[in-house]
Nanobody, 124 residues
Framework: VQLQASGGGLVQAGGSLRLSCASSERMFSTYAKGWFRQAPGKEREFVAAINWSGDTTYYADSVKGRFTISRDNAKNTVSLQMVSLKPEDTAVYYC??????????????????WGKGTQVTVSS
């Protein structure tokens, strides 16, 4: 079972990046998917999530209006388009998949599978 995130890199503040997460298992097309991030010395935090059909999305307040999550079930991928990046967005970003999770109080709970992270660094 694999989730592979890619697309991270170094960008200046105000710039954009697009993260992608590919999964090798077809079952993930029926899973909710999400993005989380972890900065050095901080706990992992929720960024965005999308339900299996793609018609419901959730975002952390800190990224609303700047990040957009989307998915392509035919390709078994989920993406995170990030614009207007800020230095505080610097973190390792992880994609995850959930068969029965839920969103509550600004966090998406119940991720079953996690991918290896991809580093996003935003310079000021």
């Amino acid at each position: 079972v694999q989730l592979q995130a890619s697309g991270g890199g170094l960008v200046q503040a105000g710039g954009s990046l697009r993260l992608s997460c590919a999964s090798s298992e077809r079952m993930f097309s029926t899973y909710a998917k999400g993005w989380f991030r972890q900065a050095p010395g901080k706990e992992r935090e929720f960024v965005a999530a999308i339900n299996w059909s793609g018609d419901t999305t959730y975002y952390a307040d800190s990224v609303k209006g700047r990040f957009t999550i989307s998915r392509d079930n035919a390709k078994n991928t989920v993406s995170l388009q990030m614009v207007s990046l800020k230095p505080e967005d610097t973190a390792v970003y992880y994609c995850a998949a959930s068969s029965s999770g839920h969103y509550r109080d600004g966090f998406y709970y119940g991720m079953d599978y996690w991918g290896k992270g991809t580093q996003v660094t935003v310079s000021s």
